[in-house]
């Protein structure tokens, strides 16, 4: 292991998060211009650090049509390792990482946390398509043009329908793969595709609001940190004030949404699966449903930890993010024992 991956693992292992360096990042320059003003609400300093360093870059999708500014937070410097590529969950964005992405960089790992298109702060004033096939499109767009090797692709929650339905599209940029309590035998929207576009414009406004989201908020952590619950709720619905959420969040759900089970059986790639033993959104059953209809996967539960390992126990996903990147050839017993 790099002597860079070794001192990581090892502060990981001791609980230790580098909170000197993002208070540093967090005073240093202010927020983008395109972040909706309520970013200065937030107290968390983690957020406040990921949020001043998210971009805009241009993705084009479509020779015809003008390029989509498409918001991520990209690595400080490119190394000839293989990238990480951090993937959000449902209506969310690239803050979701806020506590795991400084240390993945410390630990010297080329890391991006993209934002889906449809979610996030990319600049949507065009409204481009929002439903799937656009989705998976734009992000091999992103990688085309920026990350240009084949990647490490994490997907948390319906994050991990993204991916799969991403290497399903593009096998040969992914290398390995990683699953955080994922979202992927929900075959599509359901009936909310069948609403007319009203309800469906009511069931979002109502998605927005803080009431559901606190709720939400509640029901994803296992337990959240004293006086961090409106904090972290507003952290998860800031992406929400863009004048466009609406709108792309609607033309997802009316288009079906994602629907990869008859996909999952044909992932070759190599399968970390990271899950919250005390997830109360997605049944732990499904996690070892996962493992078995996967080609190649090793799962790691973590004890007392929801449905956002990432949030809540974000030295342990890194402990098991770095392991897993740190081997190569090895069997998935081996691997299993090395992450136990």
Request: proline share 6%; hydrophobic share 45%.
């Amino acid at each position: 292991m790099p002597p860079l991956l070794t001192s990581m693992a090892t502060s990981c292992v001791s609980g230790m998060l580098p909170r000197f360096r993002i208070k540093v990042l967090a005073m240093a320059g202010g927020f983008p211009p395109f972040v909706p003003k309520e970013v200065e609400r937030i107290k968390d300093s983690h957020a406040i650090a990921l949020a001043k360093r998210i971009e805009r870059v241009p993705v084009k999708i479509d020779s015809e049509k003008s390029a989509i500014m498409s918001s991520c937070v990209r690595p400080l410097h490119q190394n000839t390792n293989e990238p990480v590529v951090l993937l959000h969950g449902f209506d969310s964005s690239c803050l979701e990482w806020r506590y795991v992405y400084p240390l993945l960089e410390d630990a010297g790992v080329e890391a991006w946390a993209i934002d889906i298109l449809g979610s996030g702060f990319s600049d949507l004033g065009a409204l481009p398509p929002c439903d799937v096939a656009t989705k998976h499109k734009h992000l091999y767009q992103l990688w085309k043009s920026y990350i240009k090797k084949p990647m490490v692709l994490v997907g948390p929650s319906l994050g991990a329908a993204v991916a799969i339905d991403f290497v399903a599209n593009y096998p040969d940029t992914v290398s390995k793969l990683v699953f955080i309590d994922a979202s992927v035998y929900a075959e599509g929207a359901g009936d909310v595709a069948n609403l007319p576009k009203f309800f469906a414009y009511a069931g979002v406004y109502v998605l927005k609001s803080l009431p559901l989201r606190l709720y939400g908020m509640k029901l994803a952590i296992n337990e959240v940190p004293k006086g961090s619950l409106l904090d972290w709720t507003n952290v998860g619905r800031l992406h929400c004030r863009l004048p466009w959420w609406e709108d792309a969040t609607v033309d997802f759900m009316i288009n079906g949404g994602y629907n990869v089970v008859n996909l999952i059986k044909q992932v070759k790639q190599k399968t970390l699966v990271i899950w919250g033993e005390d997830d109360r959104i997605i049944d732990k059953e499904l996690a070892i449903k996962l493992c078995n209809d996967l080609q190649y996967s090793v799962l790691h539960m973590i004890p007392e930890c929801g449905h956002l390992p990432h949030v809540e126990k974000p030295e342990k996903v890194t402990e098991l993010i770095l392991s897993f990147l740190a081997r190569e050839n090895v069997t998935d017993e081996q691997l299993q024992k090395v992450l136990n």
